[in-house]
């Protein structure tokens, strides 16, 4: 056995020097099948000349030519074919794996995460309607506040709220986003706690008012700087890190909080909470709620009828 294979084994069949670049294994691979680089090139959605490199370089890795130039054409060496019979395989075999793990996650229930507000008071009665409408479609929806890692297939799916000019934005390489609603945000309490303030004459007032908070003040000063109050320094009040807990927390009357309709729709129409109304008062819109999947799922039959049908609902609302 000659030393460099004893070496590699010792080292592990997939130690980070035991395989030239992938990009020029796909390359090989399709020049080898299809006898030409542009012919390959056009296989691979690549120019003739970024597959030209890819070939010089698998053959600079190995140190011996792997394709024989004849009349313009290329033909495997007798090295060359031995090595891209097996390469062949083993990209046939990942390709086969890979088509058996999608197949698997289309035919499985739509795995949705959502922030838990939204999931709880929203979300949640729209899912039983759409499997109504849809009996062949499952969704699975996972309420938390941790963003999907949707290129490591974690869900199919993410719904969450983006305040505009604050981090995290949506999406990324790999990704798609739409939005899906981009509600007014109001100023809610319990009565019980209206009821023990003074008039309120402002959002300046209110500014001065016990005020809960999600994970930051970021959604408080947007809010106010839109009803003409600038905030340059920290703003004070507890963080409860969940929309549905600050908006528990305003009903238990220990401040005040943001809510859109999509959270507090039934506690309005119950009367456990009240908006809080002041001369220049207005409800403003500091975000939205963006709908994020992988860009090669944005398609899929399931994932296209649910997200259209979420954004008829969102419609309808008006």
Known sequence: MKWSTIIALERGPLHAKALPPFASLRAFEAVGRSGGIRKAAASLGLDHAVVSRHIKMIEDWFGVPLFQRTGGRLYLTEAGQDYHGRVSAALMELASATHELQQTRRDGPLQLWCVPGFAAQWLTHRVAEFEDIFPSDRVEVRP???????????????????????????????????????????????????????????????????????????????????????????IAGPLLWHAHLAIAAARAGRGIALASNYLVEQDLADGTLVELKFPGNRRAVIGSYMLVTREDRWDYPVVRRFRRFLQAKVRERG
Do not use: C
């Open 144 to 234: 938390t506040d941790a963003t999907a890692d949707l290129l490591m297939l974690e869900a199919d799916m993410d719904i969450r709220f983006y305040g505009d000019g604050w981090p995290p934005r949506p999406g990324g390489k790999g990704l798609r986003f739409v939005e899906l609603a981009r509600p007014p945000i109001m100023a809610v309490a319990s009565p019980k706690f209206v009821a023990g303030l003074n008039k309120i004459e402002s959002a300046a007032d209110l500014a001065a008012l016990p005020l809960l908070h999600e994970e930051h003040d970021r959604q408080w000063a947007s809010w106010l700087r839109l009803n003409g109050v600038p905030m340059d320094g920290p």
